[in-house]
């Protein structure tokens, strides 16, 4: 089945760690995208790409790097320059010329809780 | 950049009423999408909105893209228990190709529905 998998479900990290989340897509989708969710404040968008080599910072990119290598593969790293990195992260893949124009599909998501 | 007020923040309602949850721009956008998150998941698209005035509706579901560009409502009819989770609002202006893809979320709606 075609889809988007995010790895781990759950991540527990001490304080100071750098931390990769993983995301994987094989719907031959062009663009991805990270978010991060916090109670009460929606989706705020990290990093995005809508190609592979290349991409651009979202609103909130302090604190976190990506490399887009493979056009089905967007991992994000939470750095340790990152204040409050405890939060749900999602994935997200879109296709330009799609079905629904601006339509997203997203992974699972990751928790993770840096203590 | 471009915010997104949704309303209300939480619902609470029992099983059988209608919902009705909106949301407003501080700028326009030329595409409104919907999006549902069941808890633990990533959101997934309940219905996409492409012009000014347009109401769609998806099975008890309707959703409306304002006259000013600026707005947009989700009305559910009849609610059930699987109804509850959180509701989104985004948001996308493709300015030429630089914001292909790129939404802004509200905050969301939590909705609950008591049997």
Known sequence: ?115 | GQQLNQSPQSMFIQEGEDVSMNCTSSSIFNTWLWYKQDPGEGPVLLIALYKAGELTSNGRLTAQFGITRKDSFLNISASIPSDVGIYFCAGNFNAGGTSYGKLTFGQGTILTVHP
Not at chain 1, 59 to 76: H, N, Q, W
Not at chain 1, 83 to 106: D, H, M, W
């Open chain 1, 1 to 115: 089945d075609g889809g988007i998998t995010q790895s781990p479900k759950y991540l527990f990290r001490k304080e100071g760690q750098n931390v990769t989340l993983s995301c994987e897509q094989n719907l031959n989708h062009d663009a991805m995208y990270w978010y991060r969710q916090d109670p009460g404040q929606g989706l705020r968008l990290i990093y995005y790409s809508q190609i592979v080599n290349d991409f651009q910072k979202g609103d909130i990119a302090e604190g976190y790097s990506v490399s887009r290598e493979k056009k089905e593969s967007f991992p994000l790293t939470v750095t340790s320059a990152q204040k409050n990195p405890t939060a749900f992260y999602l994935c997200a893949s879109s296709i330009e010329g799609g079905r629904v124009v601006g339509e997203q599909f997203f992974g699972p998501g990751t928790r993770l809780t840096v203590l």
